[in-house]
C-alpha cells in the first residue's frame, strides 16, 4: 500500500502543473451499512481519455455519481478548471459541462428521441417548447454519429446500442466538456464498439474529455492514455496505459496474483444426461441442439444477445419455445413451467441472482428450501416442517461454505459471491437434480469467490452432475469447460473440445456463423 | 393501393385517430336510427350541449387524472374532494355567508389544492404507494363531507343564485371545460413543466438522475388533481342545483375508465390531452346514445364495462401482434 | 458437516423484536373498548354482539383480500360481485328455490366472477389486475342493474332462512363464529403451510417465485377465485341483515377491505404482513362502528376515523425505515 501511496503522492506533485480540467481529492460517500468510496483521489487532463478500472464493486460506479452530482460526498473535494466546486445535484454537473452515459441507459422509453436528447435542457421561447427548432438539432446530432434512427422514433423501440448512441448526443447537446461513459461497450458487438471507439476518437479530437470505465482490457488499450484503479472502494493508482503491463494492472485491480484460478478436476466422462434437439423460439433463437454427458463441465459462450440465456429460459419451461425436445437420460421429458423441468432434474441457476435466483429480504434457510419445501412439509395440508427445514438449510449453506453466522441473515446482506452460493445450496438441496444450468456463475462475484465457485463446480462434476455454464468470460470457459458450444445470433455456431479451442477462435465463433463443420461433428457422435 | 394502406395503418396504429373513427362511425350510425326512425337529429345543439353538460365533471376531473396517471400515480379520492369541497360551497350558501359566485368557485379551488397537495406531500415524501394514500383521503374528506353538511342538503333553493352559472343553456360549464382543455394542451405539450410530468412517469430513476425534482413534480400533479376536483365540486353543485355529502360517489373509477379508453397508461409516460378527451367523449356518447337505440338507462354500466375491458384486452393483444412481428423480422 | 473451511452456520432463531406492529393493533382495540365503556352506558358485550352481524360481513372478504395483497396484486371488484350474488340469490329466493340452492348459487355466482378474473389475469399477464378489476367491476354491478331493473332494488320474499343466518346461538351470533373459524383457516394456511409460504414468495419476488418451481399463474388464479367466493359469502351475510339488494349494495367494500388489511399491517407491495394483525384491525373498526352507533353518531363520521387511521398506519413504517437509514450513516459517519 504504502508504495503505491509514495506513487500517486509522486504523480500528484507532476500533476498540478499540468493543465487539469477535473481532479476529485479525498472522496468518500457513505451508504447505509457501507462505506462506498473511501479516500479516492481522480485527475483528468485537458483533451484525455481516462479509464477506470476496478473489479464489479470497486466503487466505480458511485464515484461517477458523485462528480455527476446524483451522490453528495460525505468528505473531500472536487475542483473544476481549478476552482471548487459543490455541485447540489446532477442539473448543476450538467451546466458546468459534464454529461454522463451510464451503463444502464437511463432512457425514457415512452417519449421521442428527440425529447430523450432534450430533456432538461429544451429550446424554450415564451415559455413554450420549439419542437421545430429541437427535432432539427436532434438531427443534425444524430447525423454527426451516423446514426440508423429517426428524431421521432419511440426511445424503448431501440436497440441498446442505439439508445447509446442516443445519450452520447445528449451528452453532446449539453456541450459538455467531460464525458463520462460508464461501461458503454458491455452490451454492443464488435462492430457496434468499434463505431463507439470512432465516435470517442471524435469527441477527443473536439477537444471534449473522456472518462471511459470498462471492464474489457481491449477497451482501455484502444482508447485510453492513462487508467485509474479502484479497489474495494479505495483508490489504489493512477498510470500510464503505455507504461504499466498488463499483469501489474491486474494486480492492481484484484490485489493479488490468481494462480490456480481453474481448478479444473479430471473427471471420467459418463454417458450423455442431458440433451436439447432442435429448439426454436421466433426472434431469439433458432434450431438450437446441444448436449451434456455425466460429469461433464460443458460451456456455452456468445456474444450478449446471442440467445444463450433465453435458449435455456425456455429448456426450463420459463419462456414458451416454437419447437424443440428435451431429453433427460435418453427420456424425452416435456418443460411446460420451471417446477416441471426440476422434476426432470434440470435445475438453471439465473443469471440475475438478486431478480430471479434469491428472494433477498428473506432469511438465507428459507431461500434455499424454497423450491424444495413441498416435499419437506407434513401432512394432507402440507404443513411446515421447520426444524427440518432448517437443518436442510444449514447443511447445504455449509456445504457450500457460505460466508454467514446465521440461516437467517437476509440475502442482501451477503456479497455476490456469497449469494451465488446460496443459489447454489438451493440447486443442490434438490435430490434428483441431474444438471446443473449455470448462467453467467460469476458475473459480479470477486475474484476470491469465484475461484472457490468454480471448486464447487469441480467437486459437482466429480458427483457425477452434467453442468451446463452460459459465460462470456473467456478465461472460465477456457478454464473449466471440457467442451464448449458457440452461439451467434441465436444459432449454434461450433462445438469444440477444450484442447482445441482458443480465445481467437471462440470469439471468431461468436462473431459470425460458424461453418457448422464442428458443431456437425459433434453431433454425428 | 399503397397510399391507402398506409393511411389506414396510420389510424390504426394511432390511438386518438382510431378513437376519432370509432366516435365518428358511432355518431353517424346513432345519428340515422334516430333521424329514419323519426325522432329529428341526435346530432342536434341541445343533444350536444347536454352531452358535455351531463359530463363535465368526469371530462375536467379527466384531465388532473391523466397527470396523475402519467406519473404513474392513481387517485381515488376525488370524489371525496369534490363532495368535500361541494358541501362546503353549498352550506356557505344554506347560511348565507357567500352567495358570490366567483368566490365560492375560488373557495372549492383552494379547498381542492388543499386536499390534493396533502396527498402529494404524503405519496412523494413517505415513498407510499398512491391508491393506499388517496383511500385514506378517501374516507377522510368524504366523512369530513358528511360532518359539514350536518346530515343536511343544501337544496336548490339555497343555491338558486349559483345554480345560474351551470342552469341547463347558460354557457357557463362549456367556459370552464373549453379554458381547461385548452390551458391543458398547451401545458403538457409545449412547456418544460409539461414533459417533466411525462419524464417523471416514463422513468422516475432517470428522471431524477438528470436533476428533475421528482418529489415536487408528484406534489404538484396531486395539487393539480385536487384543484380540478374542487372545482367539479362547485360546479357539481351549480349544475345539479343542490349539494349532498354522498354526491358523485364511486365516479373515480368513471374518470379512470374515460382515460384509460383514451390510451393513458396506468405504468405512466403515455397519454395526451387529446386521447383524454376524446375518451371521455366517447364515454359520454355512449351514456346518451344508449337509450336511444332501444337500450334502457340501466344497461349503461354494463356496456361502459364491457367497452372498458374490451379496449383494455384488444390494446394487450394488439401489442402483442406488433412485438411478435417485431420478432420476426429480427434478423436471426 | 461444516463446509472446507470448517465454518458452521447457526440455526438458533433470533429473538422476537421488541414491538410488533399487532401488538400496537391490540393496544388500540383495547383503547377503543375503553372508550366505548366509558361514553356509552348501553355498551357491554350483549349489545356489541347485537350490532355486530350487520358490520362483520365485508370481514369474509378481507381474509381472502389479505392473500391478494400478500401476492402483490389488487381486486377492486368485489363490491361489484357482493352486489351481483346478492341480487342473483333474490331472485332464487323469490322464485322459492330451497334455501340450499339458494346458498349455492349466491356463493356459486361469487366464485364464478373470480374466475373470470382470474382468468383474464392469467391470461394477459402483462395487465396489472388494478385495471383488469377495474373493468369487471362496472361490468358486474351492469349485470346487477340490469337484472334488477328499472326499480333498481330487490327484496327477499322468503326472510326465514336469512333471519336464522343472521342471528345468534345464545349471544354469539353465528356469523361471528364463523368469522372465527375463516380466520382459522385462513391464518393456519398462510402461516404453518407451504402454501402460505408461496404466497409471500410470489409478493416478494414473482421472478424468483417462478425459477424456484412456483406455478405463480396457479397460485394467482386461486387467490382470484378463491376471493370471488368469499365475496359470495359476504354477499350471503350481507342479505341476513339487509333481506335484500339494490344498485349501491358492496359500495366501497372493496377500500373498506383494503383499508382492514392495510390497517393491519399488510404491505400492498406485496411479501409482507399476515393475518392475525388484519384480524384485530377488522375487529377494531367493527367495534368502533359499533361504539358510534351506540353514541347514534352518524355512521358517515367513522369514514374519517378509518382514513385517519390508515394514514397514520402507513405512514409509521416510512418515518420508522427513514430514522434507522439516518442513525446507520451517522453511525458509519463516526466510524
Same mark, same amino acid.
Given at each position: 500500500?504504502?508504495?503505491?501511496?509514495?506513487?500517486?503522492?509522486?504523480?500528484?506533485?507532476?500533476?498540478?502543473?499540468?493543465?487539469?480540467?477535473?481532479?476529485?481529492?479525498?472522496?468518500?460517500?457513505?451508504?447505509?451499512?457501507?462505506?462506498?468510496?473511501?479516500?479516492?483521489?481522480?485527475?483528468?487532463?485537458?483533451?484525455?481519455?481516462?479509464?477506470?478500472?476496478?473489479?464489479?464493486?470497486?466503487?466505480?460506479?458511485?464515484?461517477?455519481?458523485?462528480?455527476?452530482?446524483?451522490?453528495?460526498?460525505?468528505?473531500?473535494?472536487?475542483?473544476?478548471?481549478?476552482?471548487?466546486?459543490?455541485?447540489?445535484?446532477?442539473?448543476?454537473?450538467?451546466?458546468?459541462?459534464?454529461?454522463?452515459?451510464?451503463?444502464?441507459?437511463?432512457?425514457?422509453?415512452?417519449?421521442?428521441?428527440?425529447?430523450?436528447?432534450?430533456?432538461?435542457?429544451?429550446?424554450?421561447?415564451?415559455?413554450?417548447?420549439?419542437?421545430?427548432?429541437?427535432?432539427?438539432?436532434?438531427?443534425?446530432?444524430?447525423?454527426?454519429?451516423?446514426?440508423?434512427?429517426?428524431?421521432?422514433?419511440?426511445?424503448?423501440?431501440?436497440?441498446?446500442?442505439?439508445?447509446?448512441?442516443?445519450?452520447?448526443?445528449?451528452?453532446?447537446?449539453?456541450?459538455?466538456?467531460?464525458?463520462?461513459?460508464?461501461?458503454?461497450?458491455?452490451?454492443?458487438?464488435?462492430?457496434?464498439?468499434?463505431?463507439?471507439?470512432?465516435?470517442?476518437?471524435?469527441?477527443?479530437?473536439?477537444?471534449?474529455?473522456?472518462?471511459?470505465?470498462?471492464?474489457?482490457?481491449?477497451?482501455?488499450?484502444?482508447?485510453?492514455?492513462?487508467?485509474?484503479?479502484?479497489?474495494?472502494?479505495?483508490?489504489?493508482?493512477?498510470?500510464?496505459?503505455?507504461?504499466?503491463?498488463?499483469?501489474?494492472?491486474?494486480?492492481?485491480?484484484?490485489?493479488?496474483?490468481?494462480?490456480?484460478?481453474?481448478?479444473?478436476?479430471?473427471?471420467?466422462?459418463?454417458?450423455?444426461?442431458?440433451?436439447?434437439?432442435?429448439?426454436?423460439?421466433?426472434?431469439?433463437?433458432?434450431?438450437?441442439?446441444?448436449?451434456?454427458?455425466?460429469?461433464?463441465?460443458?460451456?456455452?459462450?456468445?456474444?450478449?444477445?446471442?440467445?444463450?440465456?433465453?435458449?435455456?429460459?425456455?429448456?426450463?419451461?420459463?419462456?414458451?419455445?416454437?419447437?424443440?425436445?428435451?431429453? !433427460? /437420460?435418453? $427420456?424425452?421429458?416435456? =418443460?411446460?413451467? @420451471?417446477?416441471? %423441468?426440476?422434476?426432470? #432434474?434440470?435445475?438453471?441457476?439465473?443469471?440475475?441472482?438478486?431478480?430471479?435466483?434469491?428472494?433477498?429480504?428473506?432469511?438465507?434457510?428459507?431461500?434455499?428450501?424454497?423450491?424444495?419445501?413441498?416435499?419437506?412439509?407434513?401432512?394432507?395440508?402440507?404443513?411446515?416442517?421447520?426444524?427440518?427445514?432448517?437443518?436442510?438449510?444449514?447443511?447445504?449453506?455449509?456445504? !457450500? /461454505?457460505? $460466508?454467514?453466522?446465521? =440461516?437467517?441473515? @437476509?440475502?442482501? %446482506?451477503?456479497?455476490? #459471491?456469497?449469494?451465488?452460493?446460496?443459489?447454489?445450496?438451493?440447486?443442490?438441496?434438490?435430490?434428483?437434480?441431474?444438471?446443473?444450468?449455470?448462467?453467467?456463475?460469476?458475473?459480479?462475484?470477486?475474484?476470491?469467490?469465484?475461484?472457490?465457485?468454480?471448486?464447487?463446480?469441480?467437486?459437482?462434476?466429480?458427483?457425477?452432475?452434467?453442468?451446463?455454464?452460459?459465460?462470456?468470460?473467456?478465461?472460465?470457459?477456457?478454464?473449466?469447460?471440457?467442451?464448449?458450444?458457440?452461439?451467434?445470433?441465436?444459432?449454434?455456431?461450433?462445438?469444440?473440445?477444450?484442447?482445441?479451442?482458443?480465445?481467437?477462435?471462440?470469439?471468431?465463433?461468436?462473431?459470425?456463423?460458424?461453418?457448422?463443420?464442428?458443431?456437425?461433428?459433434?453431433?454425428?457422435? | 393501393?399503397?397510399?391507402?394502406?398506409?393511411?389506414?395503418?396510420?389510424?390504426?396504429?394511432?390511438?386518438?385517430?382510431?378513437?376519432?373513427?370509432?366516435?365518428?362511425?358511432?355518431?353517424?350510425?346513432?345519428?340515422?336510427?334516430?333521424?329514419?326512425?323519426?325522432?329529428?337529429?341526435?346530432?342536434?345543439?341541445?343533444?350536444?350541449?347536454?352531452?358535455?353538460?351531463?359530463?363535465?365533471?368526469?371530462?375536467?376531473?379527466?384531465?388532473?387524472?391523466?397527470?396523475?396517471?402519467?406519473?404513474?400515480?392513481?387517485?381515488?379520492?376525488?370524489?371525496?374532494?369534490?363532495?368535500?369541497?361541494?358541501?362546503?360551497?353549498?352550506?356557505?350558501?344554506?347560511?348565507?355567508?357567500?352567495?358570490?359566485?366567483?368566490?365560492?368557485?375560488?373557495?372549492?379551488?383552494?379547498?381542492?389544492?388543499?386536499?390534493?397537495?396533502?396527498?402529494?406531500?404524503?405519496?412523494?415524501?413517505?415513498?407510499?404507494?398512491?391508491?393506499?394514500?388517496?383511500?385514506?383521503?378517501?374516507?377522510?374528506?368524504?366523512?369530513?363531507?358528511?360532518?359539514?353538511?350536518?346530515?343536511?342538503?343544501?337544496?336548490?333553493?339555497?343555491?338558486?343564485?349559483?345554480?345560474?352559472?351551470?342552469?341547463?343553456?347558460?354557457?357557463?360549464?362549456?367556459?370552464?371545460?373549453?379554458?381547461?382543455?385548452?390551458?391543458?394542451?398547451?401545458?403538457?405539450?409545449?412547456?418544460?413543466?409539461?414533459?417533466?410530468?411525462?419524464?417523471?412517469?416514463?422513468?422516475?430513476?432517470?428522471?431524477?438522475?438528470?436533476?428533475?425534482?421528482?418529489?415536487?413534480?408528484?406534489?404538484?400533479?396531486?395539487?393539480?388533481?385536487?384543484?380540478?376536483?374542487?372545482?367539479?365540486?362547485?360546479?357539481?353543485?351549480?349544475?345539479?342545483?343542490?349539494?349532498?355529502?354522498?354526491?358523485?360517489?364511486?365516479?373515480?373509477?368513471?374518470?379512470?375508465?374515460?382515460?384509460?379508453?383514451?390510451?393513458?397508461?396506468?405504468?405512466?409516460?403515455?397519454?395526451?390531452?387529446?386521447?383524454?378527451?376524446?375518451?371521455?367523449?366517447?364515454?359520454?356518447?355512449?351514456?346518451?346514445?344508449?337509450?336511444?337505440?332501444?337500450?334502457?338507462?340501466?344497461?349503461?354500466?354494463?356496456?361502459?364495462?364491457?367497452?372498458?375491458?374490451?379496449?383494455?384486452?384488444?390494446?394487450?393483444?394488439?401489442?402483442?401482434?406488433?412485438?411478435?412481428?417485431?420478432?420476426?423480422?429480427?434478423?436471426? | 458437516?461444516?463446509?472446507?473451511?470448517?465454518?458452521?452456520?447457526?440455526?438458533?432463531?433470533?429473538?422476537?423484536?421488541?414491538?410488533?406492529?399487532?401488538?400496537?393493533?391490540?393496544?388500540?382495540?383495547?383503547?377503543?373498548?375503553?372508550?366505548?365503556?366509558?361514553?356509552?352506558?348501553?355498551?357491554?358485550?350483549?349489545?356489541?354482539?347485537?350490532?355486530?352481524?350487520?358490520?362483520?360481513?365485508?370481514?369474509?372478504?378481507?381474509?381472502?383480500?389479505?392473500?391478494?395483497?400478500?401476492?402483490?396484486?389488487?381486486?377492486?371488484?368485489?363490491?361489484?360481485?357482493?352486489?351481483?350474488?346478492?341480487?342473483?340469490?333474490?331472485?332464487?329466493?323469490?322464485?322459492?328455490?330451497?334455501?340450499?340452492?339458494?346458498?349455492?348459487?349466491?356463493?356459486?355466482?361469487?366464485?364464478?366472477?373470480?374466475?373470470?378474473?382470474?382468468?383474464?389475469?392469467?391470461?394477459?399477464?402483462?395487465?396489472?389486475?388494478?385495471?383488469?378489476?377495474?373493468?369487471?367491476?362496472?361490468?358486474?354491478?351492469?349485470?346487477?342493474?340490469?337484472?334488477?331493473?328499472?326499480?333498481?332494488?330487490?327484496?327477499?320474499?322468503?326472510?326465514?332462512?336469512?333471519?336464522?343466518?343472521?342471528?345468534?346461538?345464545?349471544?354469539?351470533?353465528?356469523?361471528?363464529?364463523?368469522?372465527?373459524?375463516?380466520?382459522?383457516?385462513?391464518?393456519?394456511?398462510?402461516?404453518?403451510?407451504?402454501?402460505?409460504?408461496?404466497?409471500?414468495?410470489?409478493?416478494?419476488?414473482?421472478?424468483?417465485?417462478?425459477?424456484?418451481?412456483?406455478?405463480?399463474?396457479?397460485?394467482?388464479?386461486?387467490?382470484?377465485?378463491?376471493?370471488?367466493?368469499?365475496?359470495?359469502?359476504?354477499?350471503?351475510?350481507?342479505?341476513?341483515?339487509?333481506?335484500?339488494?339494490?344498485?349501491?349494495?358492496?359500495?366501497?367494500?372493496?377500500?373498506?377491505?383494503?383499508?382492514?388489511?392495510?390497517?393491519?399491517?399488510?404491505?400492498?407491495?406485496?411479501?409482507?404482513?399476515?393475518?392475525?394483525?388484519?384480524?384485530?384491525?377488522?375487529?377494531?373498526?367493527?367495534?368502533?362502528?359499533?361504539?358510534?352507533?351506540?353514541?347514534?353518531?352518524?355512521?358517515?363520521?367513522?369514514?374519517?376515523?378509518?382514513?385517519?387511521?390508515?394514514?397514520?398506519?402507513?405512514?409509521?413504517?416510512?418515518?420508522?425505515?427513514?430514522?434507522?437509514?439516518?442513525?446507520?450513516?451517522?453511525?458509519?459517519?463516526?466510524?
Amino acid at each position: 500500500m504504502s508504495e503505491e501511496a509514495v506513487k500517486s503522492a509522486s504523480e500528484e506533485a507532476t500533476a498540478s502543473k499540468e493543465d487539469l480540467i477535473l481532479e476529485l481529492k479525498g472522496i468518500t460517500k457513505i451508504f447505509p451499512g457501507v462505506k462506498a468510496l473511501n479516500n479516492v483521489h481522480f485527475q483528468l487532463r485537458r483533451g484525455e481519455c481516462h479509464a477506470l478500472m476496478g473489479e464489479n464493486g470497486a466503487g466505480k460506479s458511485t464515484f461517477i455519481k458523485v462528480i455527476t452530482g446524483v451522490h453528495a460526498a460525505e468528505e473531500g473535494h472536487m475542483y473544476l478548471n481549478g476552482k471548487e466546486v459543490h455541485f447540489k445535484g446532477p442539473k448543476d454537473a450538467l451546466e458546468a459541462g459534464i454529461a454522463a452515459v451510464y451503463q444502464h441507459p437511463t432512457i425514457y422509453p415512452t417519449l421521442s428521441v428527440t425529447e430523450n436528447i432534450f430533456m432538461g435542457h429544451e429550446f424554450v421561447k415564451n415559455g413554450l417548447i420549439q419542437w421545430n427548432v429541437m427535432n432539427r438539432e436532434a438531427q443534425k446530432l444524430l447525423d454527426r454519429l451516423d446514426a440508423d434512427f429517426k428524431t421521432s422514433d419511440e426511445m424503448g423501440t431501440l436497440s441498446v446500442a442505439q439508445q447509446q448512441m442516443v445519450e452520447i448526443a445528449k451528452a453532446l447537446s449539453t456541450n459538455a466538456k467531460i464525458i463520462i461513459l460508464d461501461e458503454p461497450t458491455a452490451a454492443l458487438t464488435a462492430n457496434e464498439s468499434e463505431k463507439l471507439y470512432k465516435i470517442v476518437d471524435q469527441l477527443i479530437a473536439s477537444g471534449v474529455s473522456v472518462i471511459f470505465i470498462s471492464h474489457r482490457m481491449e477497451d482501455m488499450y484502444r482508447l485510453a492514455t492513462r487508467v485509474t484503479v479502484l479497489r474495494d472502494s479505495q483508490y489504489i493508482g493512477t498510470y500510464d496505459v503505455d507504461k504499466i503491463t498488463n499483469a501489474d494492472l491486474i494486480k492492481a485491480m484484484v490485489g493479488r496474483e490468481i494462480k490456480d484460478m481453474y481448478p479444473k478436476p479430471q473427471v471420467e466422462i459418463g454417458e450423455e444426461v442431458f440433451r436439447v434437439e432442435h429448439m426454436s423460439r421466433t426472434g431469439y433463437f433458432e434450431d438450437v441442439s446441444l448436449n451434456v454427458h455425466k460429469g461433464e463441465i460443458v460451456g456455452l459462450t456468445g456474444l450478449v444477445g446471442a440467445g444463450r440465456t433465453e435458449t435455456m429460459e425456455s429448456v426450463c419451461g420459463i419462456t414458451k419455445p416454437r419447437e424443440g425436445r428435451v431429453f !433427460v /437420460d435418453g $427420456k424425452e421429458v416435456h =418443460i411446460k413451467n @420451471p417446477s416441471d %423441468s426440476m422434476a426432470a #432434474g434440470i435445475v438453471l441457476l439465473p443469471e440475475d441472482r438478486t431478480k430471479e435466483g434469491l428472494i433477498m429480504d428473506w432469511g438465507l434457510g428459507d431461500n434455499v428450501t424454497l423450491p424444495i419445501q413441498d416435499e419437506i412439509a407434513k401432512g394432507p395440508f402440507k404443513v411446515k416442517d421447520v426444524q427440518k427445514e432448517r437443518e436442510i438449510a444449514k447443511q447445504y449453506l455449509e456445504e !457450500v /461454505d457460505t $460466508k454467514a453466522l446465521t =440461516i437467517f441473515d @437476509p440475502g442482501s %446482506s451477503l456479497s455476490g #459471491g456469497n449469494q451465488q452460493k446460496v443459489v447454489v445450496a438451493k440447486a443442490l438441496c434438490q435430490k434428483n437434480m441431474k444438471v446443473l444450468i449455470m448462467d453467467e456463475p460469476t458475473k459480479g462475484v470477486d475474484v476470491g469467490a469465484k475461484a472457490e465457485i468454480y471448486g464447487i463446480m469441480g467437486d459437482l462434476a466429480k458427483k457425477g452432475y452434467g453442468i451446463l455454464m452460459i459465460s462470456s468470460e473467456m478465461p472460465e470457459i477456457l478454464g473449466m469447460s471440457d467442451r464448449i458450444y458457440t452461439m451467434c445470433k441465436g444459432r449454434i455456431t461450433g462445438c469444440l473440445d477444450v484442447h482445441e479451442a482458443s480465445q481467437e477462435k471462440l470469439l471468431e465463433l461468436s462473431m459470425e456463423h460458424g461453418t457448422g463443420e464442428t458443431g456437425a461433428k459433434e453431433a454425428a457422435e | 393501393m399503397e397510399e391507402k394502406k398506409s393511411l389506414w395503418k396510420r389510424i390504426t396504429g394511432s390511438r386518438e385517430a382510431s378513437l376519432v373513427l370509432i366516435l365518428v362511425v358511432m355518431l353517424i350510425l346513432v345519428e340515422c336510427i334516430q333521424y329514419f326512425g323519426g325522432n329529428g337529429h341526435f346530432l342536434s345543439p341541445t343533444n350536444i350541449g347536454q352531452i358535455f353538460r351531463n359530463n363535465a365533471l368526469t371530462m375536467l376531473m379527466a384531465l388532473g387524472m391523466l397527470c396523475v396517471l402519467l406519473t404513474a400515480g392513481i387517485d381515488i379520492s376525488i370524489t371525496s374532494t369534490l363532495a368535500f369541497a361541494g358541501m362546503i360551497v353549498g352550506m356557505l350558501q344554506k347560511n348565507d355567508v357567500c352567495h358570490n359566485t366567483f368566490l365560492l368557485f375560488l373557495i372549492a379551488a383552494l379547498i381542492g389544492l388543499a386536499c390534493g397537495f396533502l396527498n402529494g406531500l404524503i405519496i412523494a415524501k413517505g415513498h407510499i404507494a398512491p391508491i393506499i394514500v388517496t383511500m385514506g383521503f378517501m374516507y377522510i374528506w368524504r366523512g369530513l363531507a358528511y360532518v359539514v353538511s350536518g346530515n343536511q342538503w343544501a337544496s336548490g333553493a339555497d343555491v338558486a343564485q349559483f345554480a345560474e352559472f351551470g342552469k341547463d343553456g347558460s354557457a357557463g360549464p362549456y367556459i370552464i371545460l373549453i379554458a381547461a382543455y385548452v390551458i391543458f394542451f398547451i401545458v403538457l405539450k409545449w412547456t418544460t413543466y409539461g414533459r417533466r410530468i411525462y419524464a417523471v412517469g416514463s422513468n422516475m430513476e432517470a428522471a431524477s438522475v438528470s436533476g428533475i425534482n421528482v418529489d415536487k413534480i408528484l406534489v404538484s400533479v396531486y395539487m393539480i388533481m385536487g384543484l380540478l376536483a374542487g372545482l367539479s365540486g362547485a360546479l357539481s353543485v351549480s349544475i345539479y342545483a343542490s349539494a349532498q355529502p354522498n354526491m358523485q360517489y364511486g365516479k373515480e373509477m368513471d374518470v379512470i375508465a374515460a382515460c384509460v379508453i383514451g390510451g393513458v397508461s396506468m405504468n405512466g409516460g403515455r397519454g395526451s390531452v387529446v386521447g383524454t378527451f376524446l375518451g371521455a367523449l366517447f364515454y359520454a356518447v355512449l351514456a346518451k346514445a344508449l337509450p336511444l337505440v332501444g337500450l334502457d338507462s340501466i344497461w349503461q354500466n354494463l356496456i361502459k364495462g364491457i367497452v372498458v375491458l374490451a379496449v383494455v384486452l384488444i390494446n394487450t393483444l394488439t401489442q402483442r401482434a406488433m412485438d411478435r412481428a417485431a420478432l420476426e423480422r429480427r434478423e436471426m | 458437516m461444516a463446509g472446507k473451511s470448517g465454518r458452521t452456520i447457526s440455526i438458533e432463531p433470533k429473538k422476537g423484536k421488541f414491538f410488533r406492529w399487532e401488538t400496537g393493533l391490540i393496544f388500540i382495540f383495547i383503547a377503543v373498548m375503553i372508550f366505548g365503556t366509558i361514553v356509552s352506558p348501553s355498551f357491554n358485550i350483549k349489545s356489541v354482539f347485537m350490532n355486530m352481524p350487520k358490520y362483520l360481513a365485508e370481514m369474509f372478504m378481507m381474509y381472502a383480500m389479505g392473500y391478494i395483497l400478500i401476492i402483490a396484486e389488487i381486486d377492486i371488484s368485489v363490491g361489484a360481485i357482493v352486489c351481483l350474488a346478492a341480487t342473483m340469490a333474490c331472485f332464487a329466493n323469490n322464485a322459492g328455490l330451497p334455501f340450499g340452492l339458494q346458498v349455492i348459487i349466491c356463493i356459486g355466482i361469487g366464485t364464478l366472477c373470480g374466475i373470470l378474473n382470474g382468468a383474464i389475469l392469467t391470461h394477459f399477464t402483462e395487465l396489472p389486475s388494478m385495471i383488469v378489476t377495474l373493468g369487471t367491476q362496472i361490468i358486474f354491478r351492469g349485470i346487477a342493474e340490469v337484472s334488477m331493473g328499472s326499480g333498481g332494488s330487490i327484496s327477499l320474499t322468503d326472510t326465514k332462512a336469512y333471519a336464522a343466518l343472521g342471528g345468534s346461538i345464545g349471544i354469539v351470533p353465528i356469523a361471528f363464529i364463523l368469522i372465527i373459524v375463516t380466520a382459522l383457516i385462513f391464518i393456519f394456511v398462510l402461516s404453518k403451510t407451504t402454501a402460505g409460504r408461496k404466497l409471500y414468495a410470489i409478493g416478494s419476488n414473482h421472478t424468483t417465485a417462478l425459477y424456484s418451481g412456483i406455478k405463480v399463474q396457479k397460485v394467482r388464479m386461486i387467490c382470484f377465485v378463491l376471493i370471488g367466493t368469499m365475496a359470495g359469502v359476504c354477499a350471503l351475510f350481507l342479505l341476513a341483515t339487509s333481506f335484500g339488494a339494490n344498485t349501491t349494495t358492496g359500495q366501497g367494500f372493496e377500500m373498506d377491505v383494503i383499508s382492514m388489511c392495510v390497517f393491519g399491517g399488510i404491505a400492498t407491495t406485496g411479501g409482507k404482513g399476515n393475518l392475525v394483525g388484519a384480524t384485530i384491525a377488522g375487529f377494531t373498526i367493527v367495534l368502533l362502528k359499533i361504539v358510534l352507533s351506540l353514541l347514534n353518531v352518524s355512521g358517515q363520521t367513522i369514514l374519517v376515523v378509518i382514513g385517519i387511521l390508515l394514514i397514520v398506519s402507513v405512514l409509521i413504517p416510512s418515518i420508522n425505515q427513514a430514522l434507522t437509514n439516518k442513525k446507520k450513516k451517522a453511525a458509519l459517519a463516526k466510524a
